[in-house]
C-alpha cells in the first residue's frame, strides 16, 4: 500500500487502466490505486476513465493518476467496459498495458512479474492464481481502516481465473487483435470474448501470484439469461477468432465520442 508510486516518469514500464462509474466503488477504486502505486520494481502509470454523465471522481482521485472523462452519448447508455478500455490504450503511455478492475488489490510485485515475463517473450501475461473474495463487513473495515488482509477468512476462493479481473497485454498486441469489442453495451461477456482473441498471441497463462476482490453488490441482470450482452458472447462464439478480429481492426475504437458501431458478421 503507498499512496503514490515511488517514482514518475513519462516512459512507465507498465500502464494499469481502470474503467469506473459512480460513486459507489469509490472506495474500492482508491483501495486498487493504493496497491498499484506499490508497485515494487517497475514504473507504472495509471489512467481512470470514467464513463458517466458527470465528472464524481475525478476530485477525489490521488494527484499521479490521470483522469479521462468519457460522457456516454446517450444518458441512458449502460455502462460499456470495452470502450473504457480502448479509450485508455489510446492514451496510455507505457508499452504493456494492465485491463484492471476498480475493486481488485494486487501484490507489490505484480508489475514487475509481468515485465519479465514480457521480456521473455509472451504478449499477453495472467499472473493470477488465487482470487479471494472478502465479505461485505470485511471489505468495509479494511476500506475504514480497522482490519487487516488476513484478518477473516474469504467468503470464497476462484482459482485459476483467465479472461477477467486484470490482464497484461503488450499495446502492440492489444492493437492487433483489435481491442475489446465496442459492442458489449451493458455488463458481462466483453472479457470472456477477448481472452478468445487473446489466445491467438504469445500467452503465459501459469498464475502465481494470490489477489483481492473486494465486496461490492453485484450488478442487475450481469449473469441473468436475459442479458443481452450474454447473448452478444454467444452469439459472436459462433465466429471464428480470425474473422472476430479483422472485423475489429476494420473499426475506429476508443474514440472519445462512443462506442463503435458494429459492423460484425452477427
Known amino acids: ?35 498499484i502505486a506499490g508497485q515494487r520494481g517497475a514504473s507504472v502509470e495509471c489512467i481512470i476513465v470514467e464513463q458517466d454523465v458527470e465528472p464524481h471522481v475525478a476530485a477525489k482521485l ?16 449502460p455502462y460499456c467496459r470495452s470502450w473504457a478500455f480502448n479509450v485508455g490504450v489510446r492514451l496510455c503511455r507505457g508499452s504493456v498495458v494492465v485491463l484492471h478492475d476498480n475493486d481488485m488489490l494486487v501484490p507489490a510485485d505484480y508489475a514487475a512479474g509481468i515485465l519479465r515475463h514480457v521480456r521473455s517473450g509472451h504478449e499477453v501475461v495472467n499472473l493470477k492464481r488465487f482470487i479471494f473474495y472478502l465479505t461485505e463487513r470485511h471489505t468495509r473495515a479494511l476500506m475504514a481502516g480497522t482490519a487487516g488482509l488476513t484478518d477473516t477468512a474469504p467468503e470464497s476462493v476462484m482459482q485459476n481465473s483467465e479472461g477477467g479481473g486484470s490482464i497484461a497485454i503488450t499495446r502492440d498486441a ?39 476482490h473486494l465486496w461490492h453488490p453485484p450488478q442487475v441482470k450481469k449473469y441473468g439469461h436475459d442479458n443481452p450482452t450474454l447473448e452478444r458472447y454467444r452469439a459472436l462464439a459462433n465466429v471464428t477468432v480470425e474473422v472476430r478480429i479483422a472485423s475489429l481492426r476494420d473499426r475506429t475504437s476508443g474514440a472519445m465520442t462512443g462506442p463503435a458501431s458494429s459492423s460484425s458478421p452477427v
Open 62 to 77: 490521488p494527484n499521479w493518476v490521470r483522469y479521462v472523462h468519457t460522457p456516454p452519448p446517450d444518458r441512458a447508455m
Open 1 to 35: 500500500m503507498a499512496s503514490a508510486p515511488e517514482a514518475t516518469t513519462n516512459s512507465p514500464d507498465v500502464s494499469f487502466i481502470i474503467g469506473h462509474r459512480g460513486l459507489d466503488r469509490l472506495p474500492q477504486l482508491l483501495a486498487s490505486l493504493g496497491r
Open 174 to 212: 492489444y492493437e492487433r487483435i483489435g481491442g475489446f469489442d465496442e459492442s458489449f453495451i451493458g455488463w458481462g461477456g466483453e472479457d470472456n470474448e477477448f481472452w478468445e482473441r487473446a489466445q491467438t498471441l504469445r500467452v503465459w497463462p501459469y498464475g502465481s501470484l494470490p489477489f483481492v
